[in-house]
């Protein structure tokens, strides 16, 4: 199965929670885990809308190189 980048920086923050027990630790782990569910919502908001731009192949090649597919 294949993951994504931050598919697999948010399963690393889990574990992290999991493996401690500091009450400071945990919050700053679950913040960077919230940032990571954003910038997921935001890279799937920005590929729905990539597929429904008309674009060249070029631009549209450049875009699924970077991941927007």
């Keep these: 199965m294949e993951s994504s980048t931050l598919e697999t920086m ?3 923050l889990e574990r992290a929670i999991d493996e401690t ?3 400071e630790v ?3 782990l679950r913040t ?4 990571v569910d954003v910038v997921e919502h935001q890279h ?3 590929a729905a809308s990539l ?6 192949a ?3 090649e450049r875009l ?6």
């Design 26 to 28: 945990h919050y700053t």
């Design 44 to 46: 799937a908001d920005l």
């Design 51 to 56: 597929e429904q731009a008309t674009l060249d």
């Design 58 to 60: 070029e631009t549209r």
């Design 21 to 23: 027990d500091d009450p």
């Design 64 to 69: 699924e190189a970077l991941g927007y597919r």
């Design 10 to 12: 948010a399963a690393l």
């Design 32 to 35: 960077a885990r919230q940032l």
